[in-house]
């Protein structure tokens, strides 16, 4: 296959950025998406260019590093699927792809399609866990928790922490991110103790980083490469309401 | 070299208490005045970072990541192994431990392994009370599952994606710590060199990767928690980054590499498809409890696998080891596939591959129990080749994945320079010349959550340092020796690319020192792995600027330490006249073609002393002894 790639370039964070135009040539449908970014690297690299700067490692789609708007859509066009993950069998002969980075005030771009994140490691900071010193910890099987607690707490807790939900939300809202946490703790009994607190904090943080609000459309969770569904807001939303009206000591 | 294991004495269940009794402490008033620097934050470092902050010390932990939830662990996929006995199968400390050091074909250090063995039971009740999602039963209790060639179920699980799950789980006890203020984080700080006064580590020099800046720190003690070398090969299941700079660094400055040879195949990869392959993906071995293998008698076979009639399928696992049939150990599950492939029965366009097959798992459970229990598995198989695992068999390859051999560390898993330690996969420890599933998670927690937060303790009680100004000349040469070296793989100027070369060196290693290796093989890659590092040196170009946030960069000066590290890897394959565990060579084998050990003359822990760039490096031996285990040839038929 051959494609056009209009690829955004940005030196730093001070740089305006503009697109520019590759042409990819020998991709093959087996490819995936960054395989197809490495080819392009490797020709500019030889021909004296400079490679396109992106963020990848695992490349299995589980450690959340890579992610860029191809065509306008977080990840791409396929569901359920991170770029790493998204193979050129998706596109055809021809095609031109628009390969931006995630656009968030929250995100500043550092080089070309690589934005600092480091916002949501600061919403985790802020209640993310559960307080419990290493060997404090009762035997594995003293709290049991029911099946369906578990699976629940484990679909929230597959959040990869890519940030295509924010890219995809009109309003840069990481409230899918913050939810996912949030819900995740909430559902096992061990989070019961900090529940509301931890609803508090995060959403503070969250509003901080100047990430905005969510007003229902639901394109994170059709972004989401791990399927995070919306109702999880609606759960921090349920929390965080009853957070406020708790009487809390201060 | 000095290489004294520091083994405590007295019974083997109780060297570990006996020890921690032993040990001195520091006053918990005094912690806070012991500066403590962490590199990496997988499982052990996030763990080490967080659990030695809640102690109090004052620590500073540093990864090349964005952020600390991205490290490689986050890919483990089939589980932990803890000897709970929740089952009531006849498990015990004991047996994970004898399983762990028959495993490894009997070259790890048993105090060691029992350590982890004891230590197993308190990792899980951690993670459980961080809010790990475990898999339960239906009463609630903590599921689990019998994995790669273990006869008890004791392994504990998140769906296909425990890494992940515990993986966050220390990341968030770090973050909860970093917000605290007992822990400084700095992300995008690639590791580059290692400082040593006076023989003793007290601190790293780093580049920021996002300008480019060499920035030094300095402390009381350095611990690396950098993984594995699996990357050495290019093409492996390790993340794109994984590299072995930060511990060949440490071996330049002194630290001994131990059983470098030492590397893992896993059984259950997707086969490359193509030339421009960058990475291999693994399909967790659990996939292997119900999964059969196969491939297809002639080997002109060109019929679709599900027209292929049962009695012309060759289940060849099954056929030479009865008893564990397709749950054989990861190495002869990847030798046998190798032999089946090269004996031109591989299957797959590229004929590269065979069959693990879930018909009859899936006729004789149903369909939605083999989607509960590896439904993402099934997903992810789909996304990579585009074939459907539920109506076609997958096809499996062998891959490097892990990597048993790492620095050389003593009891307190301190390697052979002072106050420099190792954990995780970065030492080699515990897993002998094979490691076992579900063994690497345990490993990373143990040491990082309750090995090293003790034993630091007993080396900084010991020690009265002053402390290191960053200009200290010490601090100014490392610098030095970094800037140099990042300006000469700047100044190159040639016209191949870093992925060249290391596509390049990767299938050398692969082909020499893989899944077989031989005299001649070895002493052929000790004569080419030079002339490409030469090579590398004259004709690699690297685009872009030092001072900028640059990934060829960054690639390269990994890629250079490869080159080097390559070398040692084949010395120490080539002095290591046996067979064992992962460690095959075509000239030790048994008449049934498994690994032959030769315990007379190996049972011991090579370990290597840097000499200088291309220069054969110096052999040294730690005699392992087994007092609690006999030693057998491992048996699986």
């Known amino acids: ?250 | 070299m000095q290489l004294n294991s520091g083994v405590p004495a007295g019974p083997i269940a109780d060297k570990w208490d006996n020890h921690r009794f032993e040990m001195k402490l520091v006053n918990p008033a005094n912690k806070r005045k012991y500066d403590v620097i962490i590199v990496g934050t997988g499982l052990a470092g996030a763990s080490a970072a967080a659990t030695m902050g809640e102690l109090g010390y004052n620590v500073k932990v540093f990864t090349y990541h964005d952020s600390p939830r991205r490290a490689h662990s986050i890919a483990a996929q089939g589980g932990i192994n803890a000897a709970k006995n929740y089952q009531n199968d006849g498990d015990s400390v004991f047996r994970l431990f004898y399983d762990t050091v028959k495993g490894g074909d009997f070259r790890s250090r048993e105090a060691n392994v029992y350590r982890l063995a004891q230590i197993s039971l308190n990792i899980i009740d951690q993670a459980v009370a961080q809010g790990v999602p475990f898999a339960r039963e239906y009463g609630g209790l903590l599921a689990n599952r019998s994995f790669g060639g273990a006869q008890v179920s004791r392994t504990f699980y998140a769906r296909g994606q425990t890494g992940q799950q515990l993986l966050l789980g220390a990341y968030q006890a770090l973050e909860r710590q970093i917000a605290a203020g007992t822990v400084e984080i700095a992300t995008r700080h690639e590791m580059m060199d290692v400082v040593v006064v006076d023989g003793v580590a007290r601190g790293i020099v780093t580049r920021n990767m996002v300008t480019g800046q060499l920035e030094s720190y300095t402390g009381d003690a350095v611990v690396l928690a950098t993984g594995g070398y699996s990357n050495v090969f290019f093409l492996s299941t390790n993340a794109k980054h994984c590299n072995v700079t930060a511990t060949w660094r440490a071996h330049r400055r002194g630290a001994g590499f131990a059983n470098p040879c030492f590397t893992q195949i896993h059984p259950t990869c997707i086969p490359p498809s193509g030339e421009y392959q960058s990475k291999l993906t693994l399909m967790s071995e659990s996939l292997r409890n119900d999964g059969r293998i196969w491939v297809p008698e002639d080997k002109e076979e060109k019929r679709a696998p599900r027209d292929i009639p049962e009695g012309e399928r060759d289940y060849y696992l099954e056929r030479l080891y009865p008893s564990f049939g397709n749950l054989t150990p990861r190495d002869i599950a990847s030798r046998r596939a190798k032999e089946m492939v090269d004996a031109g029965h591989g299957v797959g366009e590229r004929e590269n591959g065979v069959y693990l097959d879930f018909k009859d798992a899936i006729e004789r459970l149903g369909r939605d129990t083999i989607s509960e229990r590896y439904g993402n598995l099934f997903e992810m198989y789909e996304k990579i080749t585009g074939e459907n695992p539920y109506d076609r068999p997958m096809r499996i390859y062998p891959a490097p994945h892990y990597t048993m051999g790492g620095l050389w560390v003593d009891y307190d898993l301190m390697t052979t320079v002072p106050g420099l330690f190792a954990i995780g996969e970065a030492n080699f420890s515990d897993h002998g010349a094979n490691r076992l599933g579900a063994s690497a998670l345990m490993q990373g927690l143990a040491d990082g959550y309750f090995v090293i937060p003790m034993t630091i303790g007993n080396y900084l009680a010991r020690v009265s340092h002053q402390p290191v100004p960053t200009d200290h000349s010490a601090v100014k040469d490392a610098e030095k020796d970094v800037r140099d070296r990042l300006d000469r793989l700047m100044s190159v100027n040639g016209n191949r690319t870093v992925d060249d070369f290391h596509i390049e060196l990767g299938r050398l290693i692969w082909n020499e020192c893989g899944m077989e290796r031989s005299k001649e093989g070895l002493e052929r890659a000790l004569r080419q792995i030079p002339e490409l590092r030469e090579r590398f040196w004259n004709e690699v170009r690297v685009p872009g600027s030092a001072a900028d946030l640059n990934q060829s960069l960054e690639k390269a000066g990994r890629v250079a330490d490869f080159l080097e590290f390559g070398e040692v890897m084949c010395y120490d394959a080539l002095t290591r006249v046996e067979s064992c565990g992962a460690h095959y060579r075509v000239e030790h084998t048994t008449e049934e073609g498994e690994a032959k050990r030769d315990d007379e003359r190996y049972a011991h822990v090579a370990v290597w002393e840097f000499t200088g760039v291309g220069e054969a490096p110096n052999r040294h031996v730690e005699a392992l002894e087994f007092d609690n285990v006999q030693l057998s040839q491992r048996s699986y038929k």
């Open chain 1, 1 to 250: 296959m051959k494609l056009t790639l209009h690829v955004w370039r940005q030196k730093g964070p001070d740089d305006s950025g503009r697109h520019e135009r590759y042409e990819a040539e020998d991709v093959t449908p087996d490819m995936s998406f960054l395989e197809m970014l490495d080819l392009v690297n490797n020709r500019l690299t030889e021909t004296g260019g400079e490679p396109i700067a992106f963020e990848h490692d695992c490349r299995e789609g589980i450690c959340g590093s890579c992610g860029m708007m191809i065509n306008g859509v977080p990840h791409g066009p396929k569901s359920m699927t991170s770029a790493c993950q998204l193979h050129m069998r998706s596109f055809k002969d021809g095609d031109e792809i628009w390969i931006e980075p995630w656009k968030a005030l929250a995100f500043p771009v550092l080089k070309d399609l690589v934005v600092d994140r480091s916002s949501f490691d600061r919403i985790i900071q802020a209640g993310g866990y559960i307080s419990v010193r290493t060997g404090s910890a009762p035997d594995g099987n003293a709290i049991p928790v029911p099946k369906e607690d578990a699976d629940a707490a484990f679909d929230a807790a597959t959040c990869i922490g890519c940030a295509a939900c924010v890219a995809a939300c009109p309003n840069a809202s990481a409230m899918l991110f913050t939810s996912a946490k949030v819900a995740h703790l909430a559902h096992m009994p061990q989070g019961q103790t900090e529940r509301y607190d931890r609803v508090l904090s995060m959403v503070a943080q969250h509003d901080a980083e100047g990430f905005g609000n969510c007003t229902n459309h639901g394109a994170c969770q059709e972004a989401c490469p791990k399927g995070i569904s919306i109702d999880y807001i609606a759960q921090l939303n349920r929390d965080l309401i009853k957070a406020t009206l708790l009487d809390r000591p201060e």
